[in-house]
Antibody, heavy 116, light 112 residues
Framework: QVQLVESGGGLVKPGGSLRLSCAAS????????MSWIRQAPGKGLEWVSN????????TYADSVKGRFTISRDNAKNSLYLQMNGLRAEDTAVYYC?????????WGQGTLVTVSS | EIVLTQSPGTLSLSPGERATLSCRAS???????LAWYQQKPGQAPRRLIS???SRATGIPDRFSGSGSGTDFTLTISRLEPEDFAVYYC?????????????FGQGTRVEIK
């Protein structure tokens, strides 16, 4: 069965950096676009970034462009999100998601809190 | 960027009633690349509908999606207690360089 397990969240000061990881299993990882989606406390869903199966094309929301970098290692069935220049408004649960006619499988999420 | 506007913000209904949720796009959603999700408190969202009208595996047939272009609807024919949740629409144009994949702001379906 498909499983997506995020890790790497935590408390970080404004301006700091954090790297999220997602371990995927139960499907041929390299065949799928993968995405990061976030949800601020009590708020709606916000798409953050996509990466194509081969890893050559990445797309970002304007709110994170230039600060966040999505990447993947297909040999390790892993997805990553490098987050630099973190701001208070980046505080959210970050979900690792498989993109397939929308988003068909979601991880449980990892909480990132940006606060001094 | 395609902006999705959902209405109403909150829907107050009783179990057994019909729920009709709207999602309007600021420009046409190419190939009806429109999905609906359900989210319950403390849980990740669950995809209900893709391609505007195709139910995902395991989704009960009381959930149906319709629409095309800029106007889409999610209908729950008879609300069950477990259907009270927040619902989001989302567009996912696959074409490289196209609009970012955006979500609507959500509709909360609450027990009246």
């Amino acid at each position: 069965q498909v499983q997506l397990v995020e890790s790497g969240g935590g408390l970080v000061k404004p301006g700091g950096s954090l790297r999220l990881s997602c371990a995927a299993s139960g499907f041929t990882f390299s065949d799928y676009y993968m995405s990061w989606i976030r949800q601020a406390p009590g708020k709606g869903l916000e798409w953050v970034s996509n990466i194509v199966g081969g890893g050559s094309i990445m797309t970002y929301a304007d709110s994170v462009k230039g600060r966040f970098t999505i990447s993947r290692d297909n040999a390790k069935n892993s997805l990553y999100l490098q987050m630099n220049g973190l701001r208070a408004e980046d505080t959210a649960v970050y979900y690792c998601v498989r993109a397939n006619w929308g988003f068909d499988y979601w991880g449980q999420g990892t909480l990132v809190t940006v606060s001094s | 960027e395609i902006v999705l506007t959902q209405s109403p913000g909150t829907l107050s209904l009783s179990p057994g009633e019909r729920a009709t949720l709207s999602c309007r796009a600021s420009q046409s959603v190419r190939n009806n690349y429109l999905a609906w999700y359900q989210q319950k408190p403390g849980q990740a969202p669950r995809r209900l509908i893709s391609g505007a009208s195709s139910r995902a595996t395991g989704i009960p047939d009381r959930f149906s999606g319709s629409g095309s272009g800029t106007d889409f609807t999610l209908t729950i024919s008879r609300l069950e207690p477990e259907d009270f949740a927040v619902y989001y629409c989302q567009q996912y144009d696959h074409q490289y360089g196209s609009s970012p994949w955006t979500f609507g702001q959500g509709t909360r379906v609450e027990i009246k």
